[in-house]
């Protein structure tokens, strides 16, 4: 019986210096936790902070990226435009040639063709002549 009472009394004691050490860890918790909002505010104010700085940091960048867009397009609009006015100019300065050398080839053409057919109107109206007019008289004479 004496070993029951000691284990009692040693249960009771660690049972005790349990509850002892226990209120000290509660206290400390809650200690702990007090302190705990201003830095968990202190966190919140850092991360929203960081998040308007990245918010700033994209805002700049996409206007950095649309402004060099721009420009870009506009030189590449003008490239394309004096391109296409320089082709433009050939085309029509091609055209032109082309156009007067058929044109002076088809007049000449249009020559030839036009004292040919002159020639060979009147041969055809010669014959048709010929062909339906009476035969003249002889002439009578000594």
């Known amino acids: 019986m004496k070993k029951i009472l000691a284990f ?9 210096t349990g509850l002892a050490t226990a209120s000290e860890t509660a206290e400390g918790v809650a200690k ?26 994209t805002a700049d960048s996409s206007h950095k990226a649309w402004d060099a867009t721009k420009e870009g397009s506009a030189d590449a609009y003008d490239a394309t435009k004096e391109g296409s006015v320089k082709a433009w100019d050939a085309t029509k300065e091609g055209s032109a040639k082309a156009w007067d050398k ?41």
Request: with cysteine; glycine share 10%; charged share 30%.
């Open 8 to 16: 009692v009394v040693i249960l009771g004691i660690c049972a005790t």
């Open 32 to 57: 702990a936790a007090a302190q705990e909002p201003s830095k968990w505010s202190k966190a919140g104010s850092e991360i929203k902070e960081a998040a308007h700085a990245v918010g700033d940091a």
């Open 102 to 142: 058929t044109k002076e080839e088809s007049g000449e053409a249009w020559d030839a063709t036009k004292g040919k057919s002159h020639d060979l109107w009147e041969q055809g109206k010669k014959k048709i002549h010929d062909a339906s007019a009476p035969d003249a008289p002889e002439p009578e004479g000594d």
